[in-house]
T-cell receptor, first 118, second 112 residues
Framework: GAVVSQHPSWVICKSGTSVKIECRSL??????MFWYRQFPKQSLMLMAT?????????EQGVEKDKFLINHASLTLSTLTVTSAHPEDSSFYIC??????????????FGPGTRLTVL | SQQGEEDPQALSIQEGENATMNCSYK?????LQWYRQNSGRGLVHLIL?????REKHSGRLRVTLDTSKKSSSLLITASRAADTASYFC????????????FGAGTRLAVHP
């Protein structure tokens, strides 16, 4: 149990285009989902926290208009990178927290999406 | 930044040896969690220790927490080549939807 999927697993796009990444909790309802960004050989940096039906809470320094987050249901959150530029190239990872049978303090992570902007 | 620090940044050992990784953090926490990440993959949750706990075991893993020193350690006993991965500690807070702040990570290489 407690499986989180992400789609796509990798994407290459041209500079200036927008890219949408989906995060789904497959076998539990996620009351909260988190989006992280990870550069090569570095740690995960929390970008934003999203709760179903409400606006996302962004960490300091993260542009809300550039990284649009929608948490439309208890099993789906999306991250849209708008007008992507090469510096947005990174590994984006989502996690979900909810009633998965274990501690609600535990976050279950998706496999990540590697974004490359040309 | 609230991000904690981990040491060592990299650790290289032989199979069968024990591996110890340390994590320090800066603020009061609700819990501390350890995660594993294979190269270019997602994170796997290893163990969670609450602020009122001092030690926890899971299989070959042993985690300690010293809230007075704001530090934790992860011990992997009898390491295997399959343990090769990056290990991250993450501190959890009672507010802010239980968000996690990750440490810098330790890259562990276990040689056959």
């Amino acid at each position: 149990g407690a499986v989180v999927s992400q789609h796509p697993s990798w994407v290459i796009c041209k500079s200036g285009t927008s890219v949408k990444i989906e995060c789904r909790s497959l076998d539990f309802q996620a009351t909260t989902m988190f989006w992280y960004r990870q550069f090569p050989k570095q740690s995960l940096m929390l970008m934003a926290t999203s709760n179903e039906g409400s606006k996302a809470t962004y960490e300091q320094g993260v542009e809300k208009d550039k990284f649009l987050i929608n948490h439309a249901s208890l099993t789906l959150s999306t991250l849209t990178v708008t007008s992507a530029h090469p510096e947005d190239s990174s590994f984006y990872i989502c996690s979900a927290r909810g009633l998965a049978g274990g501690s609600t303090d535990t976050q279950y992570f998706g496999p990540g999406t590697r974004l490359t902007v040309l | 930044s609230q991000q904690g620090e981990e040491d060592p940044q990299a650790l290289s050992i032989q199979e069968g040896e024990n591996a110890t990784m340390n994590c320090s953090y800066k603020t009061s926490i609700n819990n501390l969690q350890w995660y594993r990440q294979n190269s270019g993959r997602g994170l796997v949750h290893l163990i969670l220790i609450r602020s009122n706990e001092r030690e926890k075991h899971s299989g070959r893993l042993r985690v300690t927490l010293d809230t007075s020193k704001k530090s934790s350690s992860l011990l992997i006993t009898a390491s295997r080549a399959a343990d090769t991965a990056s290990y991250f500690c993450a501190t959890g807070f009672s507010g802010g939807y239980n968000k996690l702040i990750f440490g810098a990570g330790t890259r562990l290489a276990v040689h056959p």
